[in-house]
């Protein structure tokens, strides 16, 4: 417990130096402002840029806040999910590829509290930049749409926050199994693919573990139809869980790896 | 009394034998340098030490311990250290890693940084450390929990001139108070400060034993005598019957079972018309010693 501690502190200290803790919050509230203010200003913006052509009949459709929150979510599933994976793909990989991992593992050193540690703090620090970015995003809706239900907007969240939690377990345990290339590749690959493969065959999908995003949006709507949620919920459970494991299971049996 | 005991130590990559059947046993309070070529085993042997590799076949003992990773210091040759923190904060880190608590963890961190010469560079980033500065951070860091043993990867290889006699004259200072093992290919540190040498070549451990036992081994007592022309030398070496070897104006004369003595060959020189220079009895030095011992790299 007491190296979780330090390790921790260690890990803080760094996205704090590094300005982590500052540009990746700043992604995601520039992502969440830019679909409320987009949208909202979508006819001014046509007009300023040269007008629409005369006899061009145009409906803009009529967003719900609901739609805009969904919309700020695909740019967070898309651009603010590959930042995130960019920026933790090496967090362990890179320490052991640069050696600085070396003088860690000489010590009697619990690869469970190094692996925790990572996670706990790359998961921390998304946290953070997400909920700063919905913040962004809620702002701007209430102000231009009108309110989101308070409750539903939690539950939303939290639901998200679950996803981005095993999205950044996903990330690290890939840090401790490869290289930081590699490591990258895969994560990317399971997760952005993972998530156009549900956007294109999800329907015929009930349980997934790429669900959790959209069943969050669903969790806004007023048509909320709750019988797989729960067990999306178990699974993602169950997955973290078991990145969790994989990861500390890896942290060990590669710390050999390092460059001495 | 042995602090470590290493038997039939052997490690192999695929179906290369990287260390090959290693076994010594390190006393406390000593040092003991590894020598070897480049690629003869060394820094696989301290990984494996070090328990950063797992041996393949073979067993590395130390007396009443468990995880010796808690009573081990460990340089590598090139330290990396996290360029963001301060000299201060790295090491109290790495102390409280090792399981020392945290106000004792500061203090010790703070002791140790100034014992090795960086109690000006406390609070300074180890990004902008120069390689002399960062050898001792490195020694610092290994330092800081008071290990039994510690483990140097080349310690000075990397440095200037200037670096390495300060970082030799602190290991001297170190010596006096925990066990070391060091890896060298320079044959000069090892001859400053060592109670046992260890020859490694191909991975395999070829000599050991203290710097006299191997000296005495291998030093080939021998005259060195010059004379005033080469001519000379050669006359010198065609009349006497003694084993010469002739390299220009320098005669070198055998020395076989302590035969001939300086007095012989004295009144031999004396007693002849050769012009002499001068005669002094020589010993191979431990670079002639390690060419000879780990040399001859290709007939492994």
Redesign the interface.
């Known amino acids: 417990m007491?190296?979780f501690k330090?390790?921790v502190?260690?890990e803080l200290?760094?996205s704090w130096?590094?300005f982590k803790l500052l540009w990746l919050p700043l992604v995601f509230i520039l992502l969440g402002v830019s679909d409320p203010i987009l949208n909202y200003y979508m006819m001014d913006i046509l007009k300023a840029v040269g007008g629409i052509p005369e006899g061009f009949q145009m409906v803009m459709p009529e967003f719900s806040a609901a739609d805009i929150i969904a919309a700020s979510t695909g740019q967070f599933q898309s651009i603010g999910l590959i930042v995130l994976i960019a920026t933790f793909v090496g967090t362990i990989s890179r320490e052991r590829q640069?050696?600085?991992a070396?003088?860690?593992?000489?010590?009697?050193?619990s690869h469970s509290a190094l692996f925790l540690s990572k996670w706990f703090v790359a998961t921390l620090v998304a946290m953070i930049s997400v909920i700063a970015g919905y913040a962004a995003s809620l702002y701007y809706t209430v102000i231009l749409y009108g309110p989101v239900e308070w409750n539903r907007f939690i539950a939303m969240l939290a639901t998200y926050l679950l996803w981005i939690c095993l999205v950044m377990a996903l990330t690290v345990a890939m840090s401790a199994s490869f290289k930081t290339v590699v490591a990258a590749t895969l994560t990317i690959f399971l997760v952005i693919g993972g998530t156009i493969f549900e956007s294109l065959v999800g329907s015929f999908i009930s349980v997934s573990p790429w669900k959790l995003p959209s069943s969050s949006l669903a969790l806004l709507s007023d048509f909320y139809d709750g019988t797989d949620f729960i067990i999306n919920l178990c699974l993602s459970f169950g997955l973290l869980i078991i990145f969790i494991l994989i990861g500390i299971m890896m942290c060990k049996s590669n710390?050999?790896t390092?460059?001495? | 009394m042995t602090l470590i005991t290493v038997s039939d130590l052997t490690k192999t990559f695929g179906n290369q034998t990287v260390v090959d059947n290693i076994s010594f046993s390190i006393e406390p309070n000593t040092s003991t340098a590894l020598i070897g070529p480049n690629g003869a085993g060394k820094t696989t042997t301290l990984s494996m030490l070090t328990g950063l590799l797992s041996q393949t076949s073979g067993s590395i003992k130390m007396e009443g311990v468990k995880d010796m990773r808690s009573v081990i210091g460990f340089l590598p040759q090139y330290p990396k250290f996290f360029s963001w923190l301060s000299a201060l904060e790295y090491t109290e880190m790495v102390a409280k890693l090792s399981g020392i608590e945290v106000k004792q963890a500061k203090l010790q961190s703070q002791k140790i940084l100034e014992y090795v010469g960086l109690g000006a560079a406390l609070h300074k980033k180890t990004g902008t450390f120069s390689g002399g500065m960062k050898q001792r951070l490195g020694i610092a860091q290994a330092l800081v929990h008071k290990p039994k043993l510690l483990l140097l990867d080349e310690p000075v290889s990397a440095l200037d001139p200037v670096g390495r006699r300060e970082i030799m004259n602190l290991l001297k200072e170190i010596q006096n108070e925990t066990t070391i093992l060091y890896s060298t290919h320079i044959l000069n540190d090892a001859e400053e400060m060592t109670d046992q040498l260890l020859f490694l070549r191909g991975g395999k451990l070829v000599e050991k034993g203290s710097l006299k036992e191997v000296r005495a081994r291998f030093e080939e007592p021998r005259f060195k005598i010059k004379f005033s022309s080469s001519q000379q030398a050669l006359q010198f070496a065609s009349q006497s019957e003694l084993h010469c070897h002739v390299e220009g104006e320098k005669v070198f004369v055998e020395i076989v079972h302590e035969q001939p003595t300086m007095q012989q060959m004295l009144n031999r020189l004396a007693n002849s018309q050769f012009s002499i220079e001068s005669i002094e009895k020589v010993t191979a030095s431990l670079e002639e010693i390690f060419m000879k011992v780990v040399g001859s790299y290709e007939s492994v």
Do not use: F, H
């Open positions: 007491s190296q330090v390790l502190g260690k200290r760094e130096r590094s640069n050696g600085t070396t003088l860690l593992y000489v010590r009697p050193i710390a050999s390092t460059k001495i």
